[in-house]
Structures are given as C-alpha cells and as structure tokens.
C-alpha cells in the first residue's frame, strides 16, 4: 500500500446525523431527563459517546447517569439507525470507494464510534469490505480530535504521513490529521459548515464526495518514493501546526 485515505464515518460516509440526534432524544427519554435542543445535540456528532453526554448532561463522564445514556443510546442505535444504513449512504460513495481503490488507493476509517458500532454501520450499509482497516473510538486511548488514531491506521498500514489525507466533516477529523502530520479534505455536506471546517485550516474543500474522489485520485493516485518531499511541502503550505499537546490537555 502507496498511499491512504482515511474516512471519518458520520456524516462523511453515512448521511446517519438525523438518526444520531433522534437516538439520542429518545435515550434521554429512557433516563427520564428532558432532551436537549436537536442543535445542541448535533453539536456533539464526532465526539465520542461518553464526552458527547456528560457534556449534555453537565455531568462526569464517568457518571452513571452518562453511561446509562450511552447504554440506551446503543440500543436505539441498532433499532433506528441500523435497518436503514443502506438508504444513508451518501451519493456517490460506494462508485467512488472502488475507483479509489483501484487506483491502488488504500482505505480506512477512524471513528468516533465504537468499535461494534461502526463495523456493524459498515457492515449494514455494505461498505465494509472496501476499507483495510477500522478504527473506533474504543480502541485507542484519545479518541479525536487526538491523532491517536491516525497515527494507528498510517502505523498498521505502513503508510507515512506524506502519502496520507483525512477526509471528514468536522473540525475534531482535520485536528486529528494536522497533528498527525497528514493532509486533509473538509466535506462541506456534513455537520460542520465551511466557516467553521476553514479554522482548522483544511489542505482542500469537497462539496460532494465526486469532488473528494476527484482530489484523492489527483493527489495520491501512482504516488512514488521521489514524492515525498513534494507532499512535505504540501503539509507546511497548510499551515498546519502541532497541537498535539494543545488537544491532549
């Protein structure tokens, strides 16, 4: 493997955010705590569960009343997000990941779902074939916007930074790619609007995911050893900056 994409899932892949929000209505309705505004709710996509409710919840995210959150919101995942995978997946994004991948374009996702969540949105959606490796939420120790789970799936992989683009919707996927040294495309289509996406200082915009494919295939498509210093130089014209320590904190 060359070169690597690596996908967010909601929201890039998966159009699942009004499916997410009425989840997460009908879990604070099994704990008997008034929902918030879907607006706030969706603030929370791309963060991982436990952070997502303590911080509607106001409360710790080791308190009992988040993991009971998280605990129903499991189960209304498999009952109104599951049985319509198929029907969500974004135009464009089944044609587009096999011509990236016959391009010899590796593929993976980095999540903030749980792992059992998103092999099984995968799986439903008939996506998950496709990708060389998954990456939820729960299988690194800081989930995004850290780059833990970047540097995972380049490590796994074998693919350097150089040869690698993160493709996502929101501001926590392009903070994981800078600080994993990696570019990245923002996809307008998401949760996060292209105001927002353009502070975290994007390498490219994508409006449909035709527009990412189209990128991919002209930036990693038969990339070669001698390219390296080239997509360095691409990294710094980002101007990308270490926040690694700034994320952790």
């Known amino acids: 493997m060359r070169s690597l994409t690596v996908f967010d899932l909601d929201g890039t892949l998966v159009d699942t955010p009004r499916a997410i ?9 099994a704990l008997g705590v008034t929902a918030p505004p879907p607006a706030a709710i969706r603030a929370t996509i791309g963060l991982p569960l436990e952070r997502a409710f303590a911080g ?38 089944t044609e587009g990941l096999d011509e990236l991948r016959a391009q010899g374009i590796g593929l993976a996702v980095a999540t903030s779902k749980f792992q059992v969540n998103a092999d099984a949105l995968l799986r439903a959606a008939g996506l998950h074939d496709r990708f060389a490796l998954v990456v939820g939420a729960d299988r690194v120790s800081h989930p995004k916007p850290h780059p833990e789970s970047g540097l995972l799936v380049m490590r796994t992989l074998g693919v350097p930074a150089e040869r690698a683009v993160m493709v996502g919707d929101t501001v926590h996927d392009l903070h994981m790619a800078h600080a994993a040294g990696m570019r990245s495309v923002a996809v307008t289509y998401g949760i996060h609007d292209r105001l927002e ?12 995911f035709g527009e990412v494919v189209a990128l991919l ?3 990693l498509r038969d990339v070669r050893p001698r390219d390296k210093d080239l997509g360095h130089t691409d990294l710094q014209g980002a101007d990308l900056r270490d926040v690694t320590g700034e994320l952790a904190g």
Do not use: C, M
């Open 21 to 29: 929000v009425e989840s997460f209505t009908a879990a604070f309705g």
């Open 56 to 93: 509607l919840l106001n409360r710790p995210a080791d308190d009992e009343l988040v993991a009971g959150g998280v605990g129903h919101y499991q189960r209304l995942f498999k009952e109104l997000i599951l049985p319509r995978a198929r029907e969500l997946v974004f135009p464009g994004v």
């Open 197 to 208: 996406l353009a502070s975290a200082t994007p390498t490219w915009f994508a409006d449909t």
């Open 217 to 219: 295939g002209a930036h």
